[in-house]
């Protein structure tokens, strides 16, 4: 609620974007907890993993781009309904933050011509999912108390770069998956 309201312009809320921040938090603890559960239980099957993340995520994104592509093609002129479109394809190929990191800064005026630039944190936690399940994979199987000190050094290491990153290009810390495994490994974390 606490983007919403930031992104309401209610100055009270003007932090609100540490919601995402929270949400990757909360998103690595689950996917973990889920997929460390299933390692053990020696019942790990990425085919379950990636349904279930894809019924979770796709129905309400895949409205969403169409109700967001419906009034785009009503409400935009050409030139803005063409960026829509390749932002609408970004989305739908989990690398809208990529694609919104090239465009110019979040917060510019033409944000109000983004209407998909929230995709940018789901792009973001689909690449953590084809990553994380076979890095949690490989790392159960070298040894099964590898999977600890492994998120550990994932954490530290993503932290470290993304604070490089920031006095170096902020937008790439801010939008690129690499610079945000941190946030879900403090989540992973919290498993233990």
Not at 106 to 130: I, R
């Amino acid at each position: 609620m606490s983007v919403v309201l930031f992104h309401a312009d209610i100055s009270f809320f003007s932090g609100g974007f540490a919601g995402v921040d929270v949400f990757f938090v909360i998103s690595g603890f689950l996917i973990t907890r889920l997929i460390k559960t299933a390692l053990e239980g020696d019942r790990f099957s990425y085919a379950d993993f990636y349904l279930r993340r894809s019924r979770r995520l796709f129905p309400a994104l895949f409205v969403t781009l169409l109700l967001v592509w419906l009034f785009g093609a009503l409400l935009f002129l050409p030139t803005h309904f063409e960026r829509l479109g390749a932002a609408l394809i970004s989305a739908l190929f989990w690398f809208s933050n990529v694609f919104f990191w090239t465009e110019t800064g979040y917060f510019d005026a033409d944000a109000a011509l983004k209407p998909l630039l929230h995709t940018w944190s789901l792009g973001v936690e689909e690449q953590f999912y084809l990553v994380w399940p076979t890095f949690l994979v490989l790392l159960f199987s070298f040894r099964k108390t590898a999977l600890l000190p492994g998120i550990v050094i994932a954490t530290v290491v993503s932290f470290a770069a993304s604070q490089y990153f920031l006095s170096h290009d902020a937008s790439a810390a801010f939008y690129l998956m690499p610079f945000r495994v941190f946030e879900f490994g403090i989540g992973a974390l919290l498993v233990w």
